[in-house]
């Protein structure tokens, strides 16, 4: 049975305190990009809380995404915005979800984010990475942005890492590793670096910021 709004708001006072459990459900939270980094990114923020997330993807559920994203098999062919809303709802019932089901651009992000407190860049690609971090630290200053590099492989998984790049700016990962590197990506290690991307968009939130 799916608890009440008012049930599940409870337990989470019970868990972060009342104070921080309203920050965290007055945020809203930006993931361009629903793959690995991006779907587990998006889990994690919902489980702790966070009171809307507004989901950035244009691509669809392909069976090669089902070893490290979190989507299901009878998702495959779904628009990857719709397939992790639908499995955010089932965790966290009473979540504020925007769906935004276009590629994220130069002539469109400030749009799709403005109504964001903190951007997740969680993109496969370099150039999109980099378009945009231009953006947001250049044409939206007065937002955070927490973005990755360098997850893949066997490598130790405590070479990942959250490291704080400008006052508004945090990288994960161990900014080293390619997709071109050995196996490429792997769930554990997608996993990792998103859970220090969530982590650090909700140490941000309760300003316990990195030195």
């Not at 993931?31 to 990114?41: D, E, F, H, P, T």
């Not at 979190?70 to 955010?88: C, F, H, P, V």
């Not at 980099?130 to 973005?147: D, N, P, Q």
């Amino acid at each position: 049975m799916i608890p009440t709004k008012e049930e599940w708001n409870l337990a989470l006072e019970e868990r972060h305190g009342k104070a921080l459990s309203q920050t965290f459900a007055s945020a809203a939270v930006a993931v361009c990009g629903l793959g690995g980094l991006g779907s587990n990114i998006a889990i994690a923020l919902a489980r702790a809380g966070i009171g809307k997330l507004i989901l950035i993807d244009f691509d669809r559920v392909d069976m090669t995404n089902l070893h490290r994203q979190q989507y299901k098999a009878d998702q495959i062919g779904m628009y990857k915005t719709r397939a992790l809303a639908e499995n955010l709802r089932e965790i966290a019932p009473y979540i504020s979800l925007e769906l935004q089901t276009e590629q994220i651009t130069q002539e469109n992000a400030v749009t799709l984010l403005k109504d964001a407190d903190v951007v997740c860049e969680a993109f496969d690609s370099a150039e999109a990475k980099a378009m945009l971090a231009e953006i947001v630290l250049t044409e939206m200053r007065g937002k955070y942005l927490v973005a990755a590099s360098g997850m893949a492989g066997l490598y130790d998984a405590n070479r990942i890492k959250t490291r704080k790049i400008t006052g508004k700016f945090y990288l994960c990962g161990d900014e080293e590793s390619d997709v071109s590197d050995g196996i490429g990506l792997v769930s554990s290690r997608v996993m990792l670096c998103a859970a220090h991307e969530a982590h650090a968009v909700l140490r941000i939130l309760a300003n316990h910021f990195e030195e």
